[in-house]
């Protein structure tokens, strides 16, 4: 089924409900991929990360008359528990019988710092930026419908999240880590490779971990993200409308309410 709507929507899951449609969503994502060795597989049709604590957990809607549904997820992992680690706890307290993780560790608080060896090879790059006290994140888990994904979607979700995490939540970098044969995709943004993708193992899978600084954003693309950032910063959400790609606001009465 295609997507109709009146407008898609880019925010951070508001209530339990809608934190659990975005696990959902997630989970089946990675089962049903390349990546399904990245989750623990059981019957509830949801995990926890050792990380959800510490992320700010973002979902794609499909906003029209009959209210939102999910179509795509990712999540910002910051070094410290986010003001969404409540709202996590909650859910999982209804899940009480899965296996829940530990907390991350002080050495690893990012989920690449964990899962990739060639890691320690930036360490100067890490140390630096811990001497400057830079506030890091880490976009992870982006997962998104066949639709959305079909549709283009998957573009308009990464944009807005990069623009949520430099212009709402104001970090100083950014990591990611990706599939060698993404990593150019990204490169369009300003993200160079910091560890090389062919060389490096993420608990079995090749993986590049590529770094941006805010402020540096490819000049191509910054306008567009900045754009998007205001949005976010003023009202909390980025939307998408199907008549005018490039206005991301104003948000409908209804929703900003």
Request: one cysteine or more; charged letters at 20%.
């Amino acid at each position: 089924m295609s997507i109709q709507s009146t407008h898609l929507v880019f925010r951070e899951a508001r209530d339990i409900r809608e934190l659990e449609a975005l696990f959902r969503l997630r989970y089946q994502g990675y089962v049903n991929s390349a990546c399904a060795s990245l989750v623990r597989q059981n019957s509830a049709g949801l995990e926890f990360d050792s990380y959800d604590w510490h992320s700010f957990h973002l979902g794609l809607f499909q906003q029209g008359g009959y209210g939102s549904h999910p179509v795509g997820y990712a999540r910002l992992v910051q070094t410290s528990p986010s003001p969404m680690a409540e709202l996590v706890s909650d859910l999982a307290l209804r899940y009480s019988d899965l296996e829940m993780p530990l907390p991350p560790s002080a050495e690893a608080p990012l989920p690449f710092m964990a899962n990739c060896p060639g890691a320690g090879e930036i360490g100067d790059l890490l140390g630096n930026l811990k001497s400057r006290d830079a506030r890091l994140v880490e976009g992870s888990r982006f997962v998104f419908s066949p639709d959305a994904r079909s549709a283009g979607y998957a573009r308009f979700a990464f944009e807005a999240a990069t623009a949520k995490a430099f212009f709402r939540y104001h970090f100083d970098f950014a990591f990611l880590a990706v599939h060698p044969r993404h990593a150019p995709f990204y490169g369009q943004y300003g993200f160079r490779e910091v560890v090389s993708g062919e060389e490096n193992d993420y608990l079995g899978l090749k993986a590049s971990v590529l770094a941006l600084e805010n402020g540096k954003l490819a000049p191509r693309r910054a306008a567009r993200i900045e754009s998007m950032g205001k949005a976010a910063s003023q009202l909390g959400a980025i939307c998408l409308f199907p008549d005018n790609s490039q206005a991301f606001a104003p948000v409908p009465a209804a929703m900003a309410a």
